[in-house]
Nanobody, 128 residues
Framework: QVQLMESGGGLVQPGGSLTLSCAASGFTLDYYVIAWFRQAPGKEREAVSCITTHEGFTYYSDSVKDRFTISKVNEKNTVYLQMNNLKPEDSAVYYC?????????????????????WGQGTQVTVSS
């Protein structure tokens, strides 16, 4: 049974940093794509970043490129999202998701429908 658990959310001031964790259980991160999505109130869920656990390929949305960094520690079955220079518009519930890779991982990463396993989410609020 695939389970994903996010942690690390909270309240942070603009310009601050947070690191989110996505801990996987019920499977090993040997050949998966792990993605971070976010959803703000009244908005659709949007892709933030993703990583392949076997190659380390990474994807970032334009809105977070150069501010967020995704990484993995396979031995800990955990994927991290380091978020720097946070802005109020980054406020959302952040979800991690997992699924086997498509032939085109770059095409897969932005799509919510590409991922079958999801965590419960962790709230990130950026406010002064």
């Amino acid at each position: 049974q695939v389970q994903l658990m996010e942690s690390g959310g909270g309240l942070v001031q603009p310009g601050g940093s947070l690191t989110l964790s996505c801990a996987a259980s019920g499977f090993t991160l040997d050949y998966y794509v792990i993605a971070w999505f976010r959803q703000a109130p009244g908005k659709e869920r949007e892709a933030v970043s993703c990583i392949t656990t076997h190659e380390g390929f990474t994807y970032y949305s334009d809105s977070v490129k150069d501010r967020f960094t995704i990484s993995k520690v396979n031995e800990k079955n955990t994927v991290y999202l380091q978020m720097n220079n946070l802005k109020p518009e980054d406020s959302a519930v952040y979800y991690c998701a997992a699924d086997r890779p498509w032939p085109s991982v770059e095409g897969m990463c932005p799509l919510t429908q590409a991922f079958g396993s999801w965590g419960q989410g962790t709230q990130v609020t950026v406010s002064s």
